[in-house]
């Protein structure tokens, strides 16, 4: 069955350090994957995506991500954190997305706290 | 251009009784998704609809149900409310497309959420 692993519940980093989310994946076909953020009693906002091409993947608020294939993972990383960036993060992949039919499998989410 | 918009933002109920969320999508999207979210389970998906069809249905029992209008504009209406329906109610759309290939407009972007308590 498909699924998303974010292994990581809460992570607590400093202001101005880097930062690197966890993401694992299982689908059989090819993925595409999505990281969303979340701020407490707010939607989800897209950071960025993967369909297809260069495996490392530029988003918005200076956040990165690499697909890599061989390890069915999709880390989330941001060089230096602000203390803007605490929030609750989630990784997803689309299932049969495109076409027919499409809907997100979702993980559990890692929250992040930035200390000053 | 205007996202996704949900209404209400906020619903109080009581058990055993129904509400209707409405979700208008971002201007020429014509997929909207919903999904729930709750401390317990997570993020889960509901159902898609596409031009007044619902293409895809999650795993849900049948008092969770949807539908879509002809502008695109989506409702999701749950009967017979249970404390465990107490969630953040997500609608997202896209611009997928049925019969291409999936790509990046197939992107959902999510709205601010109805949170739904039920007492």
């Known amino acids: 069955a498909q699924s998303v692993t974010q292994p990581d519940i809460h992570i607590t980093v400093s202001e101005g350090a880097s930062l690197e989310l966890r993401c694992n994946y299982s689908?059989?076909?090819?993925?595409?994957l999505f990281w969303y953020v979340q701020s407490p009693g707010q939607g989800l906002q897209l950071l960025l995506k993967y369909f297809s091409g260069d495996t490392l993947v530029q988003g918005i608020k200076g956040f990165e991500a690499e697909f890599k294939r061989s390890q069915s993972s999709f880390n989330l990383r941001k060089p230096s954190v602000h203390w803007s960036d605490a929030a609750e993060y989630f990784c997803?992949?689309?299932?049969?997305?495109?076409?027919?039919?499409?809907?997100?499998?979702f993980g559990k989410g890692t929250k992040l706290s930035v200390k000053p | 251009k205007a996202g996704v918009t949900q209404t209400p933002r906020y619903l109080i109920k009581t058990r055993g009784q129904q509400v209707t969320l409405s979700c208008s999508p971002i201007?020429?999207?014509?997929?909207v998704s919903w999904y729930q979210q709750t401390p317990g389970q997570g993020l889960q998906f509901l159902f898609e609809?596409?031009?007044?069809?619902?293409?895809n249905k999650g795993n849900f029992p049948g008092r969770f149900s949807g539908r879509q209008f002809s502008n695109s504009r989506s409702e999701m209406n749950v009967s017979t409310l249970e404390l465990g329906d107490s969630a953040l109610y997500l609608c997202?759309?896209?611009?997928?497309?049925?019969?291409?290939?999936?790509?990046?407009?197939?992107?959902?972007?999510f709205g601010p959420g109805t949170r739904l308590t039920v007492l």
């Open positions: 689908y059989g076909a090819t993925p595409y």
């Open positions: 609809y596409f031009s007044e069809t619902q293409r």
């Open positions: 997202a759309s896209s611009f997928q497309i049925p019969g291409t290939s999936g790509g990046p407009r197939d992107t959902q972007y």
């Open positions: 201007s020429g999207h014509r997929s």
């Open positions: 997803a992949v689309g299932i049969n997305y495109g076409g027919s039919q499409g809907n997100l499998i």
